[in-house]
């Protein structure tokens, strides 16, 4: 059973489009997070929900929404899609306080 | 605000050679340090993680990394590298709801 895991893996879509990423885990934490990791690798922050509440958004253009329908899910939409959303996004889930975050696989957004 | 810097970007070791991999953090409080590793096309995996105690930390793959306070360095080692170790490596650490990572450094194996 993979702990994290987010669907699609590869997504390559059209300037202007909506798409949403799903990430689901089974570690039972109470937290999870979205990365963007760019193409130098950098990897950033954008959001953090603890229990279904959004606790962290890091200045994300509110074109990303986040939605956790319960502890074990948080999807990600992106709405109007730019060219410069074209990164790789992972999923992470982790027990509050702890700071020790388990990732999932990544999905790689090609924005064309 | 936490930072970290990873003053190398690509290290090259001949396998079985050692390595030490650099991570500086700025932080105003006690830190929670981590390294990951991320091998090409994969996720982050959690190599080793420091909270409290014994300064020294052993993690999977046979790694390391000492925590020294006065030089606000968690830096990461491995007496004998490889070549599956060839990746992409992370030092994070935690404060005020989140991680921050470093800009990673990238670990290319020669055989």
Same mark, same amino acid.
């Given at each position: 059973d993979t702990a994290v895991s987010q669907t699609p893996k590869y997504l390559v879509t059209q300037m202007g489009n909506d798409k949403s990423i799903k990430c689901e885990q089974?570690?039972?934490? @109470?937290t999870m997070y979205w990365y963007k990791q760019d193409s130098k690798k950098f990897l950033k922050i954008m959001f953090s929900y603890n229990n279904k509440e959004l $606790? $962290?958004? *890091?200045?994300?253009?509110?074109r990303f929404s986040p939605k956790s329908p319960d502890k074990a899910h948080l999807n990600l939409h992106i709405n #109007?899609? *730019?060219?410069? @959303? #074209?990164a790789v996004y992972f999923c992470a889930t982790g027990q @509050?306080? #702890?700071?020790e975050q388990y990732f999932g696989p990544g999905t790689r957004l090609t924005v064309t | 605000a936490q930072s970290v810097t990873q003053p190398d970007i690509h290290i090259t070791v001949s396998e079985g050679a050692s390595l030490e991999l650099r991570c500086n953090y700025s932080y105003g409080a006690t830190p929670y340090l981590f390294w990951y590793v991320q091998s090409p096309g994969q996720g982050l995996q959690l190599l080793l993680k420091y909270?409290?105690?014994?300064t020294l930390v052993q993690g999977i793959k046979g790694f390391e990394a000492e925590f020294k306070r006065s030089q606000s360095s968690f830096n990461l080692r491995k007496p004998s590298v490889h070549w599956s170790d060839a990746a992409e490596y992370f030092c994070a650490v935690g404060g005020a709801q989140k991680l921050v990572f470093g800009q990673g450094t990238r670990l290319t194996i020669n055989p």
């Amino acid at each position: 059973d993979t702990a994290v895991s987010q669907t699609p893996k590869y997504l390559v879509t059209q300037m202007g489009n909506d798409k949403s990423i799903k990430c689901e885990q089974n570690l039972g934490h @109470d937290t999870m997070y979205w990365y963007k990791q760019d193409s130098k690798k950098f990897l950033k922050i954008m959001f953090s929900y603890n229990n279904k509440e959004l $606790i $962290i958004n *890091e200045t994300v253009p509110n074109r990303f929404s986040p939605k956790s329908p319960d502890k074990a899910h948080l999807n990600l939409h992106i709405n #109007s899609l *730019e060219l410069g @959303d #074209s990164a790789v996004y992972f999923c992470a889930t982790g027990q @509050d306080r #702890s700071y020790e975050q388990y990732f999932g696989p990544g999905t790689r957004l090609t924005v064309t | 605000a936490q930072s970290v810097t990873q003053p190398d970007i690509h290290i090259t070791v001949s396998e079985g050679a050692s390595l030490e991999l650099r991570c500086n953090y700025s932080y105003g409080a006690t830190p929670y340090l981590f390294w990951y590793v991320q091998s090409p096309g994969q996720g982050l995996q959690l190599l080793l993680k420091y909270f409290s105690g014994d300064t020294l930390v052993q993690g999977i793959k046979g790694f390391e990394a000492e925590f020294k306070r006065s030089q606000s360095s968690f830096n990461l080692r491995k007496p004998s590298v490889h070549w599956s170790d060839a990746a992409e490596y992370f030092c994070a650490v935690g404060g005020a709801q989140k991680l921050v990572f470093g800009q990673g450094t990238r670990l290319t194996i020669n055989p």
